[in-house]
């Protein structure tokens, strides 16, 4: 029970200090970033919306497969729950709402496709001709156990969990 509230109190910590690709949007930058001549998506969002708190990991993910052209493409939110004025400007009247915003404009075109991640990196792709850039994976922590290295890995004062598996096994 130990190791599993250490586990997820760790995983909470790491989630909170991971920066993240989304740009939040506030009243005070919110004009200097939509009307930057850069386009922008923007999530209208609610921190209590069940259907937003479902697209979030997708929007990063989204974010970071254009991180590198940040100074081509913005996607963005506001917290429109908070910043109530702004979703009152933009007719925000549902969570999530997407919109696009072409850099120069000051009305957006309302986003109707999919939520998944291709359509959205699709529709940016469509508007702005950037293509994504696929996420690099994560370093695993996983380590391949051998007769040299069991002893080792699993001894002293930690907690290991070990899968036992064989080359034939189609399972893991």
């Given amino acids: 029970m130990m190791l599993t509230k250490g586990f997820v109190l760790a995983s909470l910590a790491a989630a909170a200090v991971a920066k993240s690709a989304v740009l939040d949007l506030i009243p005070d930058n919110f004009d200097k970033i939509v009307l930057s001549g850069k386009p922008a998506l ?42 109530k004025a702004l979703g009152k400007r933009f007719g925000i009247q549902g969570f999530p709402t997407l919109k696009w915003f072409d850099g ?34 994560p370093a695993s922590d996983v380590v ?17 969990l070990v899968a036992f598996t064989a080359p034939w096994c189609g399972r893991l």
């Fill in 42 to 83: 923007v999530e209208f969002f609610a921190p209590w919306c069940g259907h937003c708190k479902t697209l979030a990991p997708v929007y990063e993910e989204l974010a970071q497969a254009f991180e590198f052209a940040s100074e081509k493409v913005t996607v963005a939110k506001v917290d429109a729950d908070a910043e």
């Fill in 104 to 137: 120069k404009s000051k009305d957006p075109q309302d986003y109707s496709g999919g939520r998944d991640l291709e359509s959205l990196t699709k529709f940016i792709t469509e508007k702005t001709g950037i293509k994504p850039r696929k996420a690099k994976a």
């Fill in 144 to 160: 391949f156990l051998t007769d040299a290295n069991f002893k080792e890995a699993i001894g002293g004062d930690k907690d290991v």
